[in-house]
């Protein structure tokens, strides 16, 4: 899907209350109590060949644990699960793309690596990330980097699907078939 079909695809969706709860034993992050809203964006796969290279990019080992915000069916954190044997954590805040992504991870037998939330990825803890992926909105980028920058550690991996963060200048950018992916690093801290 290119950037004009994701963006005209957006015009033609509805704002249907989405209401849930995430499933018993699964983490929940900063969401008791709140009544989750409907998504900013709508739910558009990355295609596989731009997942890898998302993954590529990120540098993804077993060592890391990988936090898709906004996570549709899964694909992301279950591909770093399966090729690379990370933990991953994805919130999205469509119930029906976390029952989708939890059944995608069974059929991929990752459940022991991967866990999907429904929650508002605004409000929601990504502390524990080392690596986190997006394909959000460049205004939604724009809006969750404060968030990136105060809650990740220094060094953590950000990588985003074809939308950029404005004046903060990504590592690398990458074109794959016709699709962008960028990384950026956490800064050091400021004193
Ligand atoms: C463009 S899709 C990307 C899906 C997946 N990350 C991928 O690259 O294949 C965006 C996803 O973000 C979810 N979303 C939108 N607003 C959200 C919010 N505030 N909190 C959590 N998820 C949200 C949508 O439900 C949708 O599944």
Redesign the pocket.
Known sequence: MKRRQ?LAGLTAFGTAPLLGAAGQGDIVLAQAGAEL?G????????PDGV?DRMLELAQVTAKDTVY??????G??VIAAARKYGARGVG????PE?IKEARANAKAAGVTDKVNFVQ????KSDISQATVV????LTD?NLKLRPKLLKELAPGTRVVS?AFGMGDWKPERTESINGYTVYLWRIPPRKE
């Open positions: 994701f809203r998504p900013d964006v709508i739910y558009v796969p990355t997942v898709d915000l906004g996570s549709g069916d694909r992301i919130i999205d805040i469509d793309r929650a508002d990825l605004f992926t997006i394909y959000l939604l699907h």
